[in-house]
């Protein structure tokens, strides 16, 4: 089993920056791919970012350029650096692990709770 609990969200003005973590506990994580989703109200949830267990990583188009997912195997955690937020990021964003990496949340048995991250205009 693979425990995972996000934090780091809020609420921040469009253009600025916040950093999500996800913090795992139970077996060993670093082998785990880790991706980030979100959902928005009224919205499907939609794939944000993956990092694979030998750290490649996949972003969605939406958010290339100023996304970055990053893990650090010591600490059991993965991270979500988000620059230039838009209204439009504003979702609840969860992380979650699988022993393969994917874009789609089928894909991925062990989910956290979720962060709400609000951007506004």
């Known amino acids: 089993q693979v425990q995972l609990v996000e934090s780091g969200g809020g609420l921040v003005q469009a253009g600025g920056s916040l950093r999500l973590s996800c913090s795992a506990s139970g077996r060993t994580f670093s082998n785990y791919a880790v991706a980030w989703f979100r959902q928005a109200p009224g919205k499907e949830r939609e794939f944000v970012a993956a990092i694979s267990g030998g750290a490649r990583t996949n972003y969605a188009d939406s958010v290339k350029g100023r996304f970055t997912i990053s893990r650090d195997s010591a600490k059991n955690t993965v991270y979500l650096q988000m620059n230039s937020l838009k209204p439009e990021d504003t979702a609840v964003y969860y992380c979650?692990?699988?022993?393969?990496?994917?874009?789609?949340?089928?894909?991925?048995?062990?989910w956290g709770q979720g962060t709400q991250v609000t951007v506004s205009s």
């Open positions: 979650a692990a699988s022993s393969n990496v994917g874009l789609s949340g089928r894909e991925y048995r062990y």
